[in-house]
C-alpha cells in the first residue's frame, strides 16, 4: 500500500519530520510519499490560515501528475481542506483532528484536547459540532508556542503540554487526551500519561486511521 | 456608506450584473464597489471549488490596497470563505446564504431553498448545521441549469424555479422560500409567489443584511 | 418606509425615549410610529410577565385601526408575542432579543449577552435554543438595576454593564457583546468597548434589522 | 387533593365536559375544581390564539381569591401560558401537551399524534424541541374538524381520527399514538388501537401527570 | 391496581426497604409485589454494572410465573435494562432516574442532581442526551458514600447530600434537585429543601410516575 | 499483536465463519483468538436480546483466564455491552456498528444502512444518535432473512441486500452504504456497489477499526 502524505502547512522541514514518523509508524506495511503545499503559511493558526491552506491544498493535488497511491493523509489540524479533497479523490482521505476524535470516541467516554496556537480552540470546537462530538469533548487547552524550529522551544513545548495534559486530567478526568497539531506531532510519545488515562497523538491517530481506510478500501 | 462586493466567482459579467442590482437596490445609500477573485472557478458548483474560492477571496483582500469600505459582501452563496474573511475583516463581512436565512428566520416559522447545482442541497445542509437553523428548513431543492450567460437559459431557470417554488408551496407549505445562489441573483423578483408565501432573493438578502450590519457598526 | 415600534412594557415613558432613538437612527429614511401596550407590566422581567405581555400585544394590534406601515418592531427583549404577531402580521416584525443575535452571528465567531434583571439568563437561554443559536452564546450575565426612571439609576446601570462587559471580554474572550433589554437601550453606545470586541445595542440592532427585512420585503 | 382544571379555551361547555371526565377519571382520590379563561378564544388554534390565552390564564389565576388546590391543570394542548403559570404557581402544573408527550417517553420508544388544526403539527413541533423529545416523534398529523360542538362533529372527528390513527400505524410504525387536544378529549377510549400500539387520550395524560405531581409535591 | 418493584441490586435489605416505602406512599390504592436479581452485583455502580444487571433483569422476569400485575417499577437509577424490559412488558414500566426526570421537567425549568457514586456523573449525563433532557440539567454531583448497610453511615449520606443540595442551591440555583440512586431512596424526605427549591426522590418519582402509567394504561 | 473476537451472538458457527474472515482479513499481521457468547441469544435482534448478550459478555470476558491480547472485537452490531466492556478492559474495544459509522463518516459526506432484522432501524437510530452521527445517515433499510444457516437463504440475503443497496443508491444517493450485521459479515464483497458509491462491511469495518487502535495504543 502507498500513501500520500499532504503537509498544508508550507513548511518542509515539518514535511520530511512527519514523514520520517510515518515510516516508522508503518515499517514495511506501508510506503510513504510526502509532498508540501507550495503556497499558503508555514504553520495554520487561524480560519484565514485554513482557507489559505485548502486552496493551495486542492490545487497541488490536482497539479501532480496521476499517480498510485492507495490513501491520503492530510497533515494538518483543523482541517483545511478535508471536505473539499474528499469529494475529488478517488482514495480515503483522513484529517488529523477527525482522525484523533474518532480514535477518542472508541477509546473511551470523553476526551479532552491539548493544542497549541490562541485560536485553535475554538476552530476546534466548530469541527466537533460538524462531527457531531461536541458532548464528547469535556475542554480544550491551548498551549503557547512561539517557534517550533528550536530545540529550546522543544523543551517548552513539552514541558506546556505536560503541564497542560496534567491539569485536564485533574480537572476534567477524561478519558483519552488527545495531543493535538502538526506542529506536537510526536510529543505525545515524550510525555508523562496520567494514571488511567491515554494520549492519543494526532499524527499517530491520523496514520492508524489511513491505515484502517487503506485496508478496508482495499 | 461604501460596500465592497467581492464575487467569488470568476466572472466578471456575473460581477457586473450583481453590482448592477446593488446599486439599483441602494440608490443613494450606498456606494457599491466590486472585485472578482482572480483564481477559483467561474461558477462555484462542489466542496473543491468552494476551497478554490475560499483561498482566493482571502488572498485578493489582502492584496488589495487599503481602502475605506464600511462593509464586504461576498457574493457567493454556500460560503466559501465567510467564516476566515470574518476573522481577518476589520468591517462586517456577509455571506448570500446565511444572510438568506437569517432573514427568513425572521419572516416565517419555516423556510425553504431553491438552488442551482445538484451537489448544492448537501453543502447547504452543511451549513445550516452549523448555523443551527437545521429545524427551521423543510427542504432544499435543486433546478438543473447549465449555462447561464445564454438568455435561453435564463428563460429555463425561471420556468424551473418557479415549478420547483410552486411543488415546494405545495408540498412543504413553508412561510418563506429563499431563492438562492449567485446565478440566480435577480430570478425570484421573475416569480409568481405562491399566496402567503414570501419570496427572498439571496442577493437582495445579503444587500439588507450589508445595509443593517453597515448602520449598526457606523 | 413607515415602522410601527409598539412596546410590549406598559411604560410610556420609555417608549418615548426608543422611538426618539428610532429617529435618531433612521434619519428621514424610515418614518417611525410608536405604541404601548396598555395593559401588562411597566418592565417585563418574568416569564410570567412575558405572557401577559404578549397576549397585550396580540389584543393591541388587532385593536389599532388599519394603517399602513411596513414593517413592526416589538420594542421589548425575550420576545414576548413575537411568534404570535408574526404570525398574524403582513408587513415584517422584528424582536430585540432575535435581532440581536442575528446581527451577532454575522459580526463574529462567538458572542456573549449583558442584560438586566435575574431571571432573563434562563428566559434568553431558552430563546437562544429556540432560534439554535446556543453554542455560539459564551455566556450570560445578569447586572442589578431597580429603578430606571433616576438618572442616578442611569449612571449605575452603565458602571454596572461596563463591569459586566470588562468581565464577559476577560473571561469569556466573545468578539461580540449584546448589551441588552429595553432598559439598557442605548447604553452600549456610552460604554467602552473592550479591544477587538464589538458591543452590539439591542434596540439598535432591532432598528437595523427592520430596516433590512423592511427593504428585502419592499 | 384538590386539583384545579382551569380551560384556556373561553368554552364553558367544554371546560364542563372535561371536568366531568376529570371526575370520573379520579373518583374520590382527586375534587376537582374547573375554571375557564374569561378572555381570548373558543378554541385555540394559531400562535395568536396561544399569546391571547397565554395572557387570559395568567391573568385568571393572579385574580382568583386564594384557594388551597394541590395542583394546577391548564387544559389545552400547546402549551399555552405553561411556563408562566409555571414561574408564580405554588402547587404542580401540568399542561396536556407535555403530560401527553411524558407518558409517551415511557410507554415506548417511539410515538406520534394526530391531533386537529391546521396550525397545530408546526406549533407542536416547536414545543417538541423545547422539550427535546423531537426525535421520539415519527409525524404529527392534522384531522380536519369544524364545529366541535355538533353531535355530527363528532362522529366525523372520531372517524377522522380513527383514519389518521390506522394510517400512522401502517406508515409509521410508532409504539404510541397520542389523539391530542382539548377538543379531541375523550375520544381516545372511542378509537380502536391497532395491534400492539397504544392509544394516549391528552387530557387523561395531564389528569394522570397531575396525580403523580400532587402525589410527589404532597 | 397491583405494581410489580425489582430490584436490579442483588440486595434483598434494599428491595425490602424499597417495597415498605413504596407500600406507605401508594396506601390502599396499590398492592406492591417486590423481587430482587438474582444475578449482578449488590450495589450498581458502574456500566459494567449495569450491563450485567440488565441481563439479569430481563432473565428474571422471563423466568417468573406468568403473573397478573398492572405495571413494572425497575428500582434501580441509571437504567439498568429499562429499554430491554419496556420493549418485552405487556404492561407499562418506569426506571427511577427516568421517572424523577420527568417529574423535574414539568416541575421547574432547570434541574440538578445529586447521586452517589464516583462513576454516575457521566452515566447519568448519557442518559440525559438519549432522552433528550440535557439542557435543563444544571449539574449532577456525586456524593461519596461507601456501606450503605450501616446507621453510621446512612448519618454521613444524609449530612453528605445536604451538603450537596445547598451547594448546588447557591451555586446553580436550579428549580429542582433530584436526590437518586436506590441507596439514597428516601433520604430526600430528611433533608432540608433550601427556599424555593423543590428536592425530588427518584425513588418517590418513579411510584408516582408508576401510578400514573398504571392509571393511563388502565 | 494479538486479537481477542468476542462473539454476543451464542452460535459457535457464527464464530467460526467471522474469525476466518479476519484472519484472511489480517493475514500475518494480527492473531486471531476467538470465543463465543455462553447465555444469551443466537442471533441478537432486539433490545431485550441486546440486555441479555450485554450481560454475558461481560461476564464471560471476566470469567476468562488472564490472556494478553492488544485489542478486543465485539462481534455484534448494535452494540451490546460495548461501553460496559470498554469500562473495563485495558485494551482497545471495537464494535462492528461503531467502526462502521467512523469509517463511513470519513469516507463521504453522508451514508446510509441496510441490515438484516425488523427492530435493528430504531436501535441502530439510537445509537446514531449517541454517537453524534444521526444527521449523517440518510436511512435504514431493513432486510427480512429468517435461517441465516441454510446455503439458500445466503443467496436470498444477497439477493435482498443487493436490491435495498440498490434502492438506497437511487432514491438517497448516499456516498457510502454499511452492510451491517453479524449475520451480514462478508456479504458486502458480493454485492455490486452502484457507481460512486462505496459499500462497508461491518466486520471488515470493525477489524480496520481493531487495527488502527491496536496500532495506535502500541
Given at each position: ?139 480544550i487547552t491551548s ?36 495531543v493535538g497539531g ?37
Amino acid at each position: 500500500m502507498r500513501l500520500l502524505m499532504l503537509n498544508g502547512n508550507t513548511n518542509a522541514a515539518m514535511t520530511d519530520w512527519m514523514a520520517a514518523r510515518a515510516r516508522a509508524f508503518y515499517g514495511d506495511a506501508v510506503e510513504v510519499c510526502a509532498d508540501t503545499a507550495p503556497r499558503g503559511v508555514p504553520y495554520i493558526a487561524s480560519r484565514r490560515d485554513c482557507a489559505l491552506a485548502g486552496g493551495a491544498l486542492v490545487a497541488r493535488l490536482e497539479a501532480r501528475p496521476a499517480d498510485d497511491h492507495d490513501g491520503l493523509l492530510l497533515a494538518c489540524f483543523g482541517e483545511p481542506g478535508l471536505a473539499a479533497v474528499r469529494e475529488v479523490s478517488p482514495v480515503p482521505v483522513t484529517g488529523m483532528l477527525e482522525a484523533s476524535v474518532l480514535c477518542a470516541l472508541q477509546l473511551g467516554a470523553r476526551f479532552s484536547i491539548v493544542t497549541p496556537g490562541r485560536r485553535w480552540p475554538r476552530m476546534i470546537e466548530d469541527v466537533l459540532h460538524e462531527l457531531g462530538a461536541s458532548r464528547r469533548c469535556l475542554g480544550i487547552t491551548s498551549v503557547a508556542i512561539e517557534d517550533l524550529a528550536l530545540p529550546a522551544q522543544r523543551d517548552a513545548a513539552r514541558r506546556r503540554a505536560q503541564a497542560a495534559v496534567d491539569e485536564q486530567a485533574a480537572s476534567l478526568a477524561p478519558d483519552v487526551i488527545i495531543v493535538g497539531g502538526a506542529a506536537l506531532a510526536g510529543l505525545a510519545r515524550e510525555l508523562a500519561a496520567p494514571t488511567g488515562l491515554r494520549l492519543v497523538d494526532s499524527l499517530d491517530a491520523a496514520l492508524a486511521q489511513s491505515l484502517a481506510l487503506m485496508r478496508l478500501a482495499g
